[in-house]
């Protein structure tokens, strides 16, 4: 009786976490898979069951849904070869010890705590055709013949990019805050015995700090490649037409459907979504699993 009441006692404990895990979590995948097989009218009131249509009717070219794949996967292969890199580059040159070292970390955490909203918004006037600090610097270096008369976010050729911009400024330092502290956790006797060994600041940092904080770099690159294929708000700022601009991203179709009597689209484009980051952090994880001695993983 004691054994099993210790059970009953754990269980107690573990049902409010577990009941706002399936509510939160798991319910809205299963309703999402559900809402996707069926044709809505309105926003509450499912029509006929269409099965896997909507699926197929996603990469028509009404919907457009391919080109907005292809700029998320763009934003995630950005962010894992450029953000991250230069996450990691801080991380080492503040984790090695530098003067004012907490002063840097604080300036390139700094724009993590503002909101996306308002990221969006400063960017918007810095990129701005006319009066942007972009173009008043090109001007005054004579090549403002070389923006586009659009400016940046209206040129398809370069809109993509002046969108991530921002996100670098904004998440470089998340990142960065991240492997620093695995860096701090690096065993100081571990580097004195690489230097004894004749090793340079630089072999240290390859052979022996980045190969211990490996799990903290696959953690990084997992929220980068979901981030990325999940970001909305401050895309949704740059965009004033979220279906016509030629930055579209998943989210923004999603949000753009659900609210126009087309729930069922917007539902798949969401399982969608949780199938690619359950397969990237799936597939980033089997990446980064450890080898045995005869290279097995």
């Given at each position: 009786m004691h054994r099993r009441h210790k059970h009953l006692t754990i269980f107690l404990f573990l049902l409010p976490a577990l009941v706002l895990f399936v509510g939160i979590l798991v319910w809205p995948i299963i309703a999402s898979v559900h809402h996707s097989m069926?044709?809505?009218?309105?926003?509450?009131?499912?029509?006929?069951?269409?099965?896997?249509?909507?699926?197929?009717?996603?990469?028509?070219?009404?919907?457009?849904?391919?080109?907005?794949?292809?700029?998320?996967?763009?934003?995630?292969?950005?962010?894992?070869?450029?953000?991250?890199p230069l996450a990691l580059g801080l991380a080492l040159m503040l984790g090695n010890g530098i003067k004012g070292e907490r002063f840097y970390?604080?300036?390139?955490?700094?724009?993590?705590?503002?909101?996306?909203?308002?990221?969006?918004?400063?960017?918007?006037?810095?990129?701005?055709?006319?009066?942007?600090?972009?173009?008043?610097?090109?001007?005054?270096?004579?090549?403002?013949?070389?923006?586009?008369?659009?400016?940046?976010?209206?040129?398809?050729?370069?809109?993509?990019?002046?969108?991530?911009?921002?996100?670098?400024?904004?998440?470089?330092?998340?990142?960065?805050?991240?492997?620093?502290?695995?860096?701090?956790?690096?065993?100081?006797?571990?580097?004195?015995?690489?230097?004894l060994d004749g090793a340079t600041r630089g072999q240290v940092n390859r052979y022996v700090v980045i190969p211990t904080i490996?799990?903290?770099?696959?953690?990084?690159?997992?929220?980068?490649?979901?981030g990325s294929l999940k970001s909305y708000d401050l895309i949704k700022v740059f965009a004033k037409d979220a279906y016509n601009c030629s930055y579209k991203v998943p989210s923004l179709l999603l949000v753009r459907y659900a609210f126009h009597n087309a729930g069922g689209i917007a539902s798949a484009i969401a399982v969608i979504m949780i199938i690619m980051c359950f397969f990237f952090a799936i597939l980033i994880n089997w990446m980064f699993k450890e080898r045995d001695l005869y290279g097995k993983k």
């Open positions: 069926f044709e809505y009218r309105s926003f509450t009131e499912p029509g006929n069951f269409v099965g896997l249509q909507n699926y197929k009717d996603l990469f028509n070219s009404q919907y457009d849904f391919g080109k907005a794949v292809i700029n998320a996967l763009i934003l995630a292969a950005l962010s894992v070869f450029i953000q991250l970390l604080s300036v390139y955490f700094t724009p993590v705590l503002i909101s996306a909203v308002v990221i969006g918004m400063l960017w918007e006037k810095i990129y701005n055709p006319i009066y942007g600090l972009v173009t008043k610097t090109f001007e005054w270096l004579n090549m403002a013949d070389k923006l586009p008369p659009a400016g940046l976010l209206g040129d398809p050729k370069t809109a993509l990019l002046a969108v991530f911009i921002p996100t670098i400024w904004q998440y470089v330092g998340y990142h960065m805050l991240l492997m620093y502290a695995g860096i701090k956790g690096v065993s100081p006797e571990l580097r004195e015995a690489a230097m490996k799990p903290i770099i696959k953690v990084s690159i997992i929220f980068a490649i979901t």
